[in-house]
């Protein structure tokens, strides 16, 4: 799939420059030049959960309480606080700092996705990556299915050697992540009564 340009949020779809995604002239799409030293293909992960909770009460600790829950389910991130001022919402910026396999990454990150009860993303602002929460109803809405991606839209080079064992970390991080969730809301909602 070619890169394309990051679009607004009015168009409803997010991509990112092609800048760095060089492609020599002549080449089809997908094809690769000798000198390529690993695929140009985004690392995408995907994991679903089944939460005994509402939409309503999953969305109020993923979305509405953010910046407080954001760190419990993924213990990666070590900081995390907003840039821009108020509550969370599209156009929102904020940084985190995340210590993932022993390496300190520190970025900063735009809500680009936020309906309530629904859905909420977010894109790395200089950085290639990706995240979205979906929620849908089951269960007459006493439970709720979540679905949880993460997309790193372009491994560095010195990187690239390590693709596969990027993408089975990337996996298991996303499946991590579902069942922290999981677990967290369940638990806020027991101890709610």
């Not at 995340?98 to 859905?119: C, H, L, S």
């Not at 997309?151 to 922290?180: C, D, H, S």
Request: charged share 25%.
């Amino acid at each position: 799939m070619p890169a394309r340009e990051y679009l607004t949020q009015a168009d409803n779809s997010y991509y990112y420059s092609s800048k760095y995604n060089y492609k020599p002239a002549g080449c089809k799409t997908g094809a690769r030049s000798m000198f390529s030293l690993g695929s140009k293909e985004p690392v995408v992960a995907t994991a679903k959960i089944v939460i005994d909770c509402s939409p309503e009460h999953v969305f109020s600790y993923l979305g509405e309480g953010f910046f407080e829950n954001y760190p419990k389910w993924s213990p990666e991130v070590v900081e995390l606080e907003p840039v821009t001022s108020g509550p969370l919402r599209l156009g929102t910026i904020a940084r985190q700092v995340r210590i993932d396999q022993g390496r300190r990454t520190e970025t900063k990150f735009k809500i680009n996705e936020y309906e309530p009860n629904k859905r909420l993303g977010f894109a790395g602002v200089a950085d290639p990556f990706r995240c979205s929460y979906e929620l849908r109803c089951i269960d007459s809405g006493k439970s709720s299915e979540l679905t949880f991606t993460f997309e790193l839209l372009e491994i560095q080079m010195f990187m690239r050697p390590f693709e596969k064992l990027i993408r089975v970390v990337v996996q298991e991080g996303a499946q991590r992540t579902v069942r922290n969730l999981k677990r967290l809301t369940e638990a806020k909602k027991h101890a709610a009564g």
